[in-house]
Each structure stands twice: as structure tokens, then as C-alpha cells.
């Protein structure tokens, strides 16, 4: 915007000086016309340092964006090791962990036996209710009568009947 303001300035300012030069063609040589060249000599000067000016501004910012950039990038990489590194330590405490609770199942599952006990009783058909050799105490539990008559309680992992 700025620029586009000089430069409309300036071809205005280009058109005064024609226009001047027309005049100075002209025998009207006086000094209101010497001064008007040099109050336009002194607006070009003006324009030419504030152009100046504004390189510079523009210049340093772009620099200091650069710059900013530059660290900006830095600190990205930095940061994306620090994740990785962190991944890697949380996945590798995961496999661990994996690896501790596979082995504690295992031992679990030996401790319990690796051979899992099920009784299933059907009934004769024949018998009366309650002329049974079987009770059943609860759901892994079984009582037995022996050839000696003795009741006898037997565990199972799931006993049905």
C-alpha cells in the first residue's frame, strides 16, 4: 500500500516536473517557479529516504522470521528425539511388562494344574429318587458311598449331576 502510494507520488510528481519543464521553456524564469523545483527536489529526497527506511525495516524482519524459523526447526528435532526416546523406554518396559505377566500366568496355571478335573453323573431311570450312590454338595463337590458304606467327599474342578 505504501509503495503503491510512492509510486503514485512519484508520477505525479514526474507529471509536475513536465509540466515544469514546459514552463521553463517558456520565458517565465522567476523565482516562484525555483522555488517550486526545489520544494520538489527536497519531496523526491524525502521519498527516497523513507523508501530507504522501509528496506531496512522490511530487511530486519525478515532476518529476525529467519531466524525465529532457524529455532523454531531446532526445537522440533530436539523435541522429536525426546519422544522417540521416550517411546522406545515406554516400549520397552511394555514388553516387560508382557514377558512378567505371560511368565506369572503360567506359573499360575501350574499351580492349579494344567489338567482340569470334570465329573458328569446321569441317572438311571430305574432307580427311585434318593437311591443314589451321589450327592452333590455343591458344584465341586461330590459324596460317594464306598462298597463299605462310608460316604466319601471327592473335589472336582466342576462336578455335574
Avoid: W
Amino acid at each position: 500500500a505504501e509503495n503503491d502510494q510512492m509510486r503514485m507520488e512519484n508520477v505525479s510528481l514526474k507529471m509536475k516536473g513536465q509540466h515544469m519543464k514546459k514552463k521553463l521553456e517558456y520565458p517565465m524564469a522567476n523565482a516562484e517557479m525555483v522555488a517550486i523545483v526545489k520544494s520538489l527536489y527536497q519531496r523526491v529526497q524525502a521519498l527516497k529516504q523513507e523508501k530507504e527506511q522501509a528496506l531496512t525495516e522490511v530487511q530486519q524482519q525478515l532476518d529476525a522470521m529467519a531466524d525465529n524459523c532457524t529455532k523454531v526447526y531446532k526445537m522440533s528435532r530436539d523435541l522429536d528425539v525426546v519422544v522417540a526416546d521416550r517411546i522406545d523406554e515406554i516400549t520397552k518396559k511394555y514388553r516387560a511388562e508382557v514377558l512378567q505377566r505371560k511368565l506369572l500366568y503360567n506359573k499360575v496355571q501350574e499351580l492349579r494344574g494344567n489338567i482340569r478335573v470334570f465329573f458328569r453323573c446321569r441317572f438311571d431311570n430305574r432307580l427311585q429318587p434318593g437311591e443314589g450312590i451321589f450327592e452333590f454338595p455343591s458344584q465341586t463337590e461330590l459324596m460317594v458311598t464306598n462298597l463299605q458304606g462310608e460316604k466319601q467327599l471327592v473335589d472336582f474342578d466342576r462336578v455335574y449331576g
